[in-house]
């Protein structure tokens, strides 16, 4: 019963909801028509012409199919994977004949059998390989091998932070032996999370509770030098993002922006929903002298990796140097999560 | 029979960490007397701090604002009498992986109080040797230093457009002003080859900031010719000895 289970998940279709499925489609079905177009052409010069045509002949019924299936995907979910799969082969052919038939009369003829029949076996033939080529895509992001990846890109945290961390903390056990006992708790509560199985998206809430207790043990040491301010009144707490995204960009944050400066920083952490969207800026004071550090790059790619898991092509992460500040902006789409 | 105690500086950007070392030379103190005679929170502090007080050895963290532990000690080694210098870090691979290859002695964080006491027993002698600042830092110092009213500055070599000896003094030209460095224009021409290039005898001038050169009729009628720099009116006189070395450059680029 198990292997069957697996096929399934395994052939299971694209989400048509997503815009990277839409963009991968559109984007093999427009290089088979390069290579088409490419084969059949015999007059160089009239290339860039005949590829037009032929896009113009093969967009219309590829991004008519794929709204008729974003429709239909209710339907196609329910179904078995096999029946499914000849549904989506019977839309696109569906598609593209009724546009071949729309079009012949303006090529001033009608609609003949042969092109009926051309566009019905090219339609069957590139959904079919679009097909094959995202259940190959999703065997290779399958969930396990992705939870792997998850698991070895969260696991992560500067060594740089933990030991001056229990440095401070020592620094306090004489002098202040209840400050200490409590940033050794928070440092174990901050531990408890990263050391986590952290899979599943966590309510920003969540994630802000985290980051403080870091910037709590961060304060220890580096006291009135290490301002923070929050902007999140644009945000519902409900949203939600991906565990441990926020706690490394901070670390960076820290590590660049404050420790060098010779007069105390600000970090400025603003979170806003637009529609549909949820939008996280990060920023610090670029401090003159301090370069690029490769730990910088790790942390950061590191999250973009982890977006790419979790949203595929509909999150981004984008560094920019603003007005000597270094800013990192984080577009995701916005999930609520369940009222807790 | 009673030697004197070990005279040492903390230098550290966090107060935690400082407070931590002092607690670790009081628990020491009975089998090896030292006294804390300072603590800077970076470099340039400490480099105040030891216009005022003498130390034996400086604890000196890595990682700090303005002027950071390896540009301290490239400092302190242009000095004379200045501390010996025992590295403290939390963790950096790069500085580590220098100080292993130059047999050079660190402190990690945090810092154990055995530990401290073998290194500060076997003391270097001395300010950290060249070869090792190169290791840990291979394009050398960034910045020089300038004493003003009792104050030190950092002048950034990259905004230095040339240097010029006046009687005692060096002073630094930079587009913003002028600094008295308190170093030999020979001792920054050799340390500073690939930056600077000599016009004169009393004049180094950075090779970035040369736009080119024109012949002038001098005061005294004899034409000579002088270094023109980019977005400086001022013109620099060459020497008859530097400009066969100027004029071989000026064509190479």
Do not use: K
């Given at each position: 019963m198990f292997s069957i289970r697996q096929n399934q998940e395994l052939t299971r279709l694209p989400d048509f909801g997503n815009i990277g499925v839409w963009l991968r489609a559109l984007l093999a079905v427009n290089l088979g028509a390069v290579l088409a177009a490419v084969a059949a052409n015999r007059v160089l010069a009239q290339l860039p012409a005949e590829f037009t045509m032929l896009a113009a002949a093969v967009e219309p019924p590829l991004i008519a199919s794929l709204a008729l299936l974003y429709a239909l995907r209710r339907t196609l979910e329910r179904a078995s994977p096999r029946l499914a799969a000849a549904l989506v082969i019977a839309v696109a052919a569906a598609a593209s004949v009724a546009f071949e038939t729309l079009l012949a009369p303006l090529q001033g003829a009608a609609a003949l059998p042969a092109a009926l029949a051309r566009?019905?076996?090219?339609?069957?033939?590139?959904?079919?390989?679009?097909?094959?080529?995202f259940s190959a895509r999703a065997r290779l992001h399958s969930p396990a091998l992705a939870e792997a990846r998850l698991m070895a890109l969260t696991a992560r945290i500067r060594p740089h932070f933990l030991f001056n961390a229990l440095n401070a903390v020592l620094s306090l056990i004489r002098s202040e032996p209840r400050r200490a006992e409590a940033a050794i708790e928070e440092l174990a509560d901050l531990f408890r999370v990263l050391m986590q199985e952290n899979r599943d998206l966590l309510p920003l809430s969540q994630e802000i509770a985290l980051a403080r207790k870091y910037l709590d043990l961060e304060r220890l040491r580096l006291g009135e030098r290490l301002q923070v301010k929050w902007d999140i009144e644009a945000c519902p707490p409900d949203a939600l993002v991906p565990p441990l995204?926020?706690?490394?960009?901070?670390?960076?944050?820290?590590?660049?922006?404050?420790?060098?400066?010779?007069?105390?920083?600000?970090?400025?952490?603003?979170?806003?929903?637009?529609?549909?969207?949820?939008?996280?800026?990060?920023?610090?004071?670029?401090?003159?002298?301090?370069?690029?550090?490769?730990?910088?790059?790790?942390?950061?790619?590191?999250i973009r990796e982890r977006l790419a898991l979790y949203f595929d092509l509909e999150a981004s992460l984008e560094v920019e140097l603003r007005d000597s500040r270094y800013l990192v902006r984080i577009t995701m789409p916005y999930r609520a999560g369940v009222a807790a | 029979m009673n030697a004197p105690p070990l005279r040492i500086l903390i230098v550290d950007d966090e107060a935690p960490a400082r407070a931590r070392l002092r607690d670790l030379i009081g628990d020491i103190s009975a089998e090896l007397p030292a006294i804390v005679v300072g603590e800077a929170q970076d470099g340039l502090a400490a480099l105040e701090a030891l216009q005022q007080v003498a130390a034996d050895v400086a604890l000196v963290d890595i990682r700090m604002p303005r002027l950071d532990g390896i540009g301290l000690a490239q400092q302190l080694a242009a000095r004379p009498g200045a501390p010996a210098v025992i590295f403290v870090t939390a963790y950096d691979q790069y500085a580590v992986r220098a100080f292993e290859l130059s047999a050079v002695d660190y402190l990690l964080k945090p810092v154990r109080a055995g530990r401290l006491l073998e290194a500060l027993k076997k003391l270097p002698s001395g300010a950290v040797d060249a070869p090792t600042l190169r290791r840990l830092q291979p394009e050398g110092r960034h910045h020089l230093t300038s004493s003003e009213r009792g104050r030190l500055l950092l002048v950034p070599l990259a905004e230095i457009v040339y240097l010029k000896a006046e009687l005692k003094y060096v002073t630094a030209r930079t587009r913003a002003r002028d600094y008295l460095v308190e170093e030999a224009l020979t001792a920054l021409e050799q340390e500073f080859a690939e930056r600077f290039v000599r016009v004169h005898r009393s004049c180094l001038v950075a090779r970035?900031?040369?736009?080119?050169?024109?012949?002038?009729t001098g005061p005294d009628g004899e034409t000579r010719w002088v270094i023109l720099l980019k977005d400086f009116s001022e013109k620099l006189p060459v020497s008859r000895r530097q400009w066969p070395q100027l004029k071989a450059l000026l064509q190479q680029e």
């Open positions: 566009a019905t076996f090219w339609a069957v033939v590139a959904s079919w390989l679009l097909l094959e080529y995204m926020l706690q490394p960009l901070l670390e960076n944050a820290v590590y660049h922006g404050i420790e060098p400066a010779e007069q105390p920083a600000e970090i400025v952490v603003r979170f806003t929903r637009r529609g549909e969207q949820l939008l996280i800026e990060l920023s610090n004071p670029t401090v003159a002298g301090s370069g690029d550090h490769p730990g910088n790059r790790m942390a950061q790619d590191n | 970035e900031a040369i736009a080119g050169c024109e012949r002038e």
